[in-house]
């Protein structure tokens, strides 16, 4: 089944927001304590292993994403980018860097590496890979391998204009405080599909106050994120 995709995710109500669960404390978000928490990695599982969507007669493709922890002033920050609006895998959607594998990739590794590099420009030697999540598998029928990473702040972007219209960063603090993490649900095709969202406001790039939506596979990859941290 492929089912119709979401194309307004904004309008679907919102059924539950998580302020129940604990955000994980300030120490834990350390870049010290997440490189300790990937070299000894608690017990724990991931509550989102992909859309929850069937496949028919699509062959899985493997994929990577950089989940890029900024090293900044106040803590660390999550570097996302805004994909453009013409692409035709989720148009104007936030996502991490990232992409299908690649022949030459040894590894999922090399190509999260990579494809931050030609999406945003992010050079490897700012980069420190600390670990990786578990496969994440998407609607577009990819199994994506969420590269964790401590990035340094010297760092300069450039942009390839016809994948990226923007990059911007979003503190981790905020996103692992599931207070910010909404429970949105919607039937399409007699079916229940549940996803999450983590809605952030900031000022753009020309100085304009804009929301970011950050939803749907980011946000899951985040959660899983969030119940690492805080297992």
Not at 101 to 110: K, L, N
Request: charged share 20%; glycine share 6%; no cysteine.
């Amino acid at each position: 089944m492929t089912g119709s995709p979401i194309r307004d995710p904004q309008s679907v109500p919102v059924v539950a927001v998580d302020s129940h669960l604990p955000g994980v404390p300030a120490h834990g978000l350390t870049p010290r304590a997440v490189r300790e928490r990937f070299a000894r990695p608690p017990s724990w599982q991931p509550e989102f292993a992909g859309d929850g969507r069937r496949f028919e007669e699509r062959v899985l493709l493997p994929a990577a994403v950089l989940v890029p922890l900024v090293e900044r002033s106040d803590g660390l920050h999550v570097l996302l980018t805004q994909r453009t609006a013409h692409l035709r895998d989720h148009a104007g959607q936030i996502s991490f860097p990232g992409g299908r594998t690649e022949a030459d990739d040894i590894d999922a590794v090399a190509t999260a590496l990579r494809e931050a590099h030609e999406e945003i420009g992010l050079a490897r030697e700012h980069v420190e890979v600390v670990g990786a999540l578990p496969v994440y598998t998407t609607i577009t029928a990819f199994e994506v391998t969420p590269v964790v990473a401590i990035v340094r702040p010297t760092f300069s972007l450039a942009l390839d204009a016809f994948e990226v219209a923007e990059a911007f960063e979003v503190p981790l603090s905020f996103l692992m405080t599931p207070a910010h993490h909404q429970q949105h649900e919607v039937a399409i095709e007699g079916l229940r599909r549940r996803f999450l969202s983590m809605p952030w406001t900031s000022v753009d790039a020309s100085g304009v106050e804009k929301r970011y939506f950050i939803w749907g596979a980011t946000a899951a990859m985040l959660r899983n994120l969030y119940r690492f941290l805080a297992a």
